[in-house]
């Protein structure tokens, strides 16, 4: 297992044009959710096509504080940077609300888009924003709504290239009637993905893909508001994207509170990556070959 020591960049074509390629194919699209460069890194070398930079995760694995809009957009670009420099498959940001009016949706998808991300999602919620799983009770009214996900389709029509995902919470804030009517909207504004956060069971999703024409992605999240289901059923519901926004940071940090616990006893947990499949993941190989590239005769 072998990785590059610099970045790779695209290997075939942009990262918005791989994305795009990912979306036009059949079935529903696995999406494991990245916090770092590692796990970014980790999603890709296990087999998956592409990923999303969670806000949830990044704040906690970045600051340790809950996600509740206390990340700045400097901080997430930074941190998107160092994930889209290391893997070769697409990336979709979580642009949050934009971080501000129509011209602040502009100037960050612009720059998510220079970080290298395939796509950024926009959403509705009032700022600052909170977790869609933590009691969301307002959102933008239609028009600040349709104004964002505008600039944001602008933003990509004008150089960025990156896809938008556009993301409504308007089902916990007001009701399943007003989130679907945004999301037709948000559809007719060019929006290249459409999220439709915490439905609460099937028949919603159901209704949800069939009614609002368009890609959809699922959000499946762990004890959260919305029913985890299987790729296949999600496909049969009309799901294009099925995103586990925080099942590598939870596994992570059991897995850590648990070798904790055995140090605390004095003891070394048992289950470990090896030294060298370590050393390999971070490319020491690869560093090595290329010193000696540079120092053959």
């Known amino acids: 297992m072998s990785s590059p020591v610099l970045p790779p960049g695209a290997s075939s074509g942009s990262a918005p044009a791989r994305l795009r390629t990912l979306l036009a194919g059949e079935g529903c699209l696995t999406m494991p959710c990245c916090f770092d460069a590692l796990s970014a890194r980790l ?5 998956f096509s592409l990923s999303f930079m969670s806000g949830f995760a990044v704040s906690a694995a970045r600051l340790a504080l809950p996600d509740t809009g206390l990340i700045t957009v400097t901080e997430m670009l930074d941190q998107g940077r160092a994930i889209c420099q290391a893997v070769t498959i697409p990336v979709i940001a979580d642009g949050d609300t934009g971080h501000g009016n129509p011209a602040n949706v502009r100037r ?5 888009g220079l970080a290298g991300f395939a796509g950024v999602m926009i ?4 700022a600052p924003k909170r977790c869609g799983h ?3 009770k307002e959102v933008v009214g239609r028009t600040e709504a349709l104004a964002r996900v505008r600039a944001a389709v602008d933003a990509r029509d004008a150089g960025a290239g990156t896809l938008i995902m556009a993301r409504t919470d308007a089902r916990s804030a007001l009701s399943l009637e007003e989130a679907l009517w945004r999301l037709v909207a948000f559809a ?15 028949a919603e999703m159901a209704r949800c893909c069939r009614q609002v024409p368009g890609v ?11 029913p985890v289901l299987p790729p296949a059923r999600l496909a049969e519901l009309g799901y294009r994207i099925a995103a586990y926004p925080l099942t590598l940071l939870a596994v992570a940090v059991a897995a850590m509170r648990e070798a904790l616990a055995g140090l605390t006893a004095g003891q070394m ?3 470990q990556t090896d030294f060298a499949t370590l050393r390999a993941i971070l490319g020491f190989d690869a560093y090595d070959r290329l010193l000696e590239d540079y120092t053959a005769p």
């Open 43 to 47: 999603i890709e070398q296990a087999g």
């Open 108 to 112: 960050s998808v612009t720059q998510f």
């Open 123 to 126: 959403e509705d919620q009032v």
């Open 134 to 136: 933590t009691g969301v």
């Open 188 to 202: 007719d504004l060019g929006a290249d993905i459409l999220f439709l956060e915490a439905p609460r069971d099937q």
């Open 216 to 226: 959809h992605m699922a959000n499946m999240l762990e004890g959260g508001l919305t």
């Open 269 to 271: 947990p048992r289950q």
